[in-house]
């Protein structure tokens, strides 16, 4: 008996065995005779197999039984892995939701957080476009254009954007924290080890929903065309002329509020308010979702910095936006050309017009710390100066310094200065304004009951903040917090580390939030600092510092090897070493009796 006939019988009574209903044991079936079992062989494929069974006898026969086993094998692996491939792929299909079901949960749930209403009462969505002053609704063709678009992008990138989880143990918790090494050549501020997750584990880590807004849910901004100043000399047109009463009030928070925020003489912010944007620009703006990277500079004053060290991932979800007004905008197309996309390397540029303040480091608190006005749709923004580097991705700050903290407003303290006092006076010093609008500021605050800072105000680690980084969620009441800083901003200085402290406290007294500062050497390792363009420009013309100048001493006059191997001159060896020493002895003394007169030097002999 053959192996593929014995084979054949197994089968049988295999399939017999599960087939049966009754529990009784199926009648032995009688042994087919060995023609029968010759033609079952050649007809191994079936029925309906025709040339496939041919072609499978004529290798059974040039093959011998212990091969013709090793190949059914390998016919059953095959089998086997097919099924595993199609299971595999099933399974696939049956996943739970990746990158576009979190998506577009969280854009459902940004909807609730603090949306910019039209006049119609629907928010500002992707689909909305710009016509005069209002909102018009683009055409059906634009939008499933944009939606299928879209689609495919995140179809691309679902691969890497893992579903929200929970660790029992965070990849960073036995980290512990070192100052920098001590370094006598670099005695002033610099990085120290911070630990990041990989980009995965972070987009991981990111919290399905948004974080809890205490007390404040709905927030909204006062805006009218009549705007009068109550007050001389207090605020300006751009933030509305708030009264004192305004501003005490504005304190009072409430479920739902209504508060001055800039953008005071329109309902759309950038359009007729001053800070007037392009509507290409603001659509641009509209549509950014999720995360944005923000820096601006106004009046020439920096040099443009290129994030580095950004996933593919951070470059296709991420928004990068740089704000310029006309004047760096005119000097940047001299050294730089910018695409048809408006693009300078990772950064969107956006040109501002019609700025509403004459000081450009006024103009630039308002991308500052009114970035959810602009970015209606952001859910996490992170600010960064003109002057300033990023170089590592967003995705890991937002973990490191909020969602691991399950905090929803961070910024770095200054490296030196915790007390506001201090900070105003070498504000002062460094002639960063006028004395006259600090001292003012600060007899205002302390008025309302500033203090030096001390170890009672504790968990509050500083009351200056280094505020050229912000890392934070568009919640309302984070919003609510830079609006009122905005407003101090406006009212006083512009040195929004003199306010930020006094806005704190004040929410601070009435709800469960505050503002997490973290080391501004943590703030220094994922950003570098670069010159202002005037310094730095200043350094180019300077000329190469001058080299100190080497003083050419005359040769030592050496004596014939042979003098002091001659016996008739050992004498006058000895003489001239003598003559020597003197003269090393008289020329030290006529150097210590050297003087210098009339700025000539005389030497007494």
């Given amino acids: 008996m053959s192996g593929v006939a014995s084979l054949g019988l197994r089968s049988s009574g295999s399939y017999g065995s599960l087939q049966q209903s009754n529990g009784q044991s199926p009648a032995p079936a009688p042994s087919p005779p060995l023609a029968a079992r010759k033609a079952g062989k050649m007809s191994f494929g079936g029925a309906g197999a025709g040339g496939r069974g041919l072609l499978f006898a004529r290798i059974c026969k040039l093959t011998s039984r212990r091969r013709r086993m090793l190949l059914l094998l390998l016919v059953a692996a095959a089998v086997l892995f097919c099924f595993l491939f199609s299971s595999l792929v099933s399974k696939d299909e049956d996943a739970p939701p990746g990158i576009e079901t979190m998506l577009g949960i969280s854009d459902q749930v940004r909807s609730f957080v603090n949306p910019v209403w039209t006049s119609s009462g629907r928010p500002i969505t992707q689909g909305d476009s710009l016509n005069g002053n209002g909102l018009n609704t683009a055409s059906q063709t634009e939008k499933q254009s944009d939606s299928d678009s879209s689609h495919k992008k995140l179809q691309g990138l679902s691969w890497s954007f893992p579903p929200s989880i929970v660790l029992e143990h965070h990849p960073c918790e036995n980290f512990s924290f070192s100052p920098p090494p001590i370094d006598r050549k670099r005695t002033g501020p610099r990085p120290c080890p911070v630990c ?171 991308p500052k710390l009114l970035l959810h006005r602009l970015f209606p749709n952001v859910r996490y923004s992170i600010w960064i100066d003109g002057k300033l580097k990023l170089v590592r991705d967003p995705y890991q700050l937002l973990e490191r310094f909020l969602w691991r903290k399950n905090v929803s407003f961070a910024i770095s303290r200054h490296y030196r200065r915790f007390d506001v006092f201090e900070e105003a006076e070498a504000n002062k ?142 004498s006058g060896s000895k003489r001239v070493s003598a003559k020597r020493t003197r003269d090393k002895k008289s020329g030290s003394k006529r150097a210590h009796r050297s003087k210098v007169t009339g700025g000539k030097e005389f030497i007494q002999l």
Avoid at 202 to 208: D, E, I, K, N, S
Avoid at 251 to 274: E, L, Q, W
């Fill in 196 to 366: 990041y997750v990989p980009v995965e584990q972070a987009l991981a880590l990111m919290p399905g929903a948004p974080s809890a807004s205490p007390v404040l849910q709905s927030l909204n901004y006062l805006s009218g065309d009549n705007l009068i100043s109550k007050e001389s000399n207090h605020g300006s047109l751009f933030g509305g002329y708030p009264s004192l009463e305004e501003r005490d009030k504005s304190y009072d928070i409430k479920d739902s509020m209504t508060v001055h925020c800039g953008f005071a003489r329109g309902k759309i912010p950038g359009v007729n308010t001053g800070f007037d944007i392009d509507r290409a620009d603001l659509s641009e703006m509209w549509q950014c979702q999720g995360i944005v990277v923000a820096s601006a500079i106004f009046g020439n004053y920096d040099i443009m910095q290129q994030p580095k060290n950004i996933s593919v991932f951070s470059k296709d979800t991420v928004c990068f936006f740089m704000f310029l007004d006309e004047e760096t905008e005119a000097a940047i197309k001299n050294t730089t050309t910018i695409d048809n996309s408006k693009r300078i390397g990772l950064w969107r540029v956006v040109v501002v017009r019609n700025l509403p303040y004459s000081d450009a480091r006024r103009n630039g608190k308002v």
């Fill in 429 to 570: 010093v460094g002639g960063k304004y006028d004395n006259a609008s600090i001292d003012y500021q600060i007899e205002f605050y302390k008025r309302e009951g500033l203090t030096h800072y001390s170890s009672a105000k504790l968990p509050i680690t500083s009351d200056v903040p280094e505020g050229c980084v912000i890392i934070r969620e568009h919640i309302p009441i984070t919003n609510l917090f830079t609006c009122l800083w905005f407003n101090e901003v406006d009212r006083f200085t512009s040195r929004d580390q003199l306010s930020f402290s006094t806005v704190r406290d004040k929410i601070r007294k009435r709800v469960n939030w505050t503002a997490d500062m973290f080391l501004d050497c943590e703030r220094r390792d994922f950003v570098v600092q670069a010159y202002h363009r005037e310094l730095w420009e200043q350094i180019l013309r300077s000329p190469p510092p001058p080299q100190p100048r080497l003083v050419r001493q005359q040769p030592r006059k050496m004596l014939p090897d042979n003098t002091a191997k001659e016996p008739g001159k050992a």
